[in-house]
């Protein structure tokens, strides 16, 4: 994990937070995330995290099928706050830079600020184990999440590094899997709201054979 700053336990972190509203986007504890930002609004949201310091985003999935309005979305009510870990400027406006991801949050209100970015008075202790490393990893069922992956990746015509993934830890390979996975808000924010590594990953098989059985009955071509 690419992180200077040591995270104990929710006093380690601020109760109010930039959000960066993502539909699609699946930020884990201890994952990484690339993001490419350009926009204004998100370019003084990262130079304003690292004025303060803190160098902390929330990424969170706006709910669009609740929102009546396009250009301020209502968000679900859980994210993941992650700290910036590397960041290049690119020479023409745009930062690209990497977050990893350090505790799921649920949203206690919407602030009213004067930025341009949106910010969440947030509480962590509902996932208080984020806080603990590849906490309940052994309860998950590894030999079914390797036998859907490999069922997923022949059916996409993909190849993996399978020597990467048997090394990989259950909690990395199960997060990795989970923020790659090529499915919609819905599944992305089930998997987010999991209350343990067991389940994510459970939810994670069933929603990949759930796919893989649409495609057998319906003939579609694969996910590419």
């Known amino acids: 994990m690419p992180i200077n700053a040591e995270y104990l336990g929710p ?3 601020p109760e109010i937070i930039p959000v960066f509203p993502l539909a699609g986007a699946l930020l884990l ?3 990484q995330m690339p993001l490419n930002i350009f926009e204004p609004r998100y370019l003084a949201m990262v130079d304003d995290s690292f004025r303060d ?3 902390l985003i929330g990424m969170i999935q706006p709910d669009v099928t609740h929102s009546p309005s396009e250009a301020r979305p209502v968000l679900f009510q859980v994210g993941c706050v ?3 870990t590397q960041l290049a400027e690119t020479g023409d406006g745009r930062y690209i830079l990497e977050l990893t991801g350090v505790s799921r949050f649920k949203v206690v209100e919407e602030m009213t600020v004067l930025t341009p970015y949106r910010q969440c008075k947030v509480d962590y202790f509902p996932f208080i184990d984020d806080f603990t490393a590849r906490k309940g990893e052994e309860e998950v ?4 999440l390797l036998a859907v992956l490999t069922d997923f990746l022949k059916a996409n015509n993909l190849k993996a ?4 993934i048997e090394a990989a830890p259950n909690e990395a390979l199960v997060n990795a ?11 992305k924010q089930a998997m987010l709201e999991a209350p ?9 098989i069933a929603v990949t054979e759930m796919d893989l059985a649409k495609k057998r009955t319906s003939g579609d071509p694969p996910l590419q």
Do not use: F, N, Q, V
């Not at 069922?141 to 079914?144: Q, T």
């Not at 590094?161 to 990467?164: V, Y």
């Not at 343990?196 to 994670?204: G, N, Q, S, V």
């Open 11 to 13: 006093a380690e972190l």
């Open 29 to 31: 504890p201890r994952g």
């Open 53 to 55: 310091g803190h160098r």
């Open 82 to 84: 992650g700290r910036i």
């Open 141 to 144: 069922d590894r030999e079914a």
């Open 161 to 164: 590094d399978w020597e990467g």
């Open 177 to 187: 899997l989970a923020m790659m996975s090529p499915y919609g808000s819905a599944e």
């Open 196 to 204: 343990d590594l067991k389940t994510r990953a459970e939810i994670l």
